[in-house]
């Protein structure tokens, strides 16, 4: 499982309030990731993460903030969750080897905004 | 950006027959391309990838074929099995970073 745990697993919460999600590793990997996954769309990248304090957007970051202030840990934040933000939330890591970078992915959060 | 389009969003197969979906990306300088198999309340799992330097990967019953010029690449299931039944997603990316951009998944299933 490469070392990934994500929280909470599941949330149920409502409108207009904040959600962090969390996303720990404990393989000390340089890169690490937040998609969502919905019906219809497959996976898309929110954020990423090439080092503490070193972050960046992916294709859908509106309404999504992350930080990383150790390498372990990689938090996505939802300042005011949306509806439309109901979704599952996976976080991955990129595991470096001779052969080149693979991409491995965690159990996955699963948000619902009411 | 990326983009990459699978197909068949469906595909059923008879248990003991070839299946195999298809993946085209826009982006010439994407390098990296992995597959995921995701059963139904679980994280995608990497079945197989290939990297642009050749151009297929066999492992046991999955293959995979790469062609750059035309820009898409396949994976290829033998002797297909009912525990083979799941989506299936291809992917791209280039550069170091590692960003994936997803197909949109192809739903296997096999008939026993």
Known sequence: ??????????????????????????EN?????????????????????????????????DGYSVSRSKTEDFLLTLESATSSQTSVYFCAIS???????????????????V | GENVEQHPSTLSVQEGDSAVIKCTYSDSASNYFPWYKQELG???????????????KKDQ???????????HFSLHITETQPEDSAVYFCAASKGSN?????????????NP
């Not at chain 1, 990423?48 to 070193?54: I, M």
């Not at chain 2, 679980?42 to 642009?52: A, C, G, H, M, V």
């Not at chain 2, 019953?61 to 035309?70: G, P, S």
Request: proline share 3%; glycine share 10%; hydrophobic share 30%.
């Open chain 1, 29 to 61: 990997h340089r890169y690490m990731y937040w998609y969502r996954q919905d019906p219809g769309h497959g996976l898309r990248l929110i954020h990423y993460s090439y080092g503490v304090k070193d972050t960046d957007k992916g294709e859908v970051s």
């Open chain 2, 42 to 56: 679980k994280r995608p799992q990497l079945i197989i990838d290939i990297r642009s330097n050749v151009g297929e």
């Open chain 2, 61 to 71: 019953r999955i293959a995979v074929t790469l062609n750059k010029t035309a820009k």
């Open chain 1, 95 to 113: 595991e470096s080897s001779l052969s080149g970078n693979t991409i491995y992915f965690g159990e996955g959060s699963w948000l619902t905004v």
């Open chain 1, 1 to 26: 499982d490469a070392g990934i745990t994500q929280s909470p697993r599941h949330k149920v919460t409502e409108t207009g309030t904040p959600v962090t999600l969390r996303c720990h590793q404990t």
């Open chain 2, 98 to 110: 590692y960003k994936l951009t997803f197909g949109k998944g192809t739903l296997l299933t096999v």
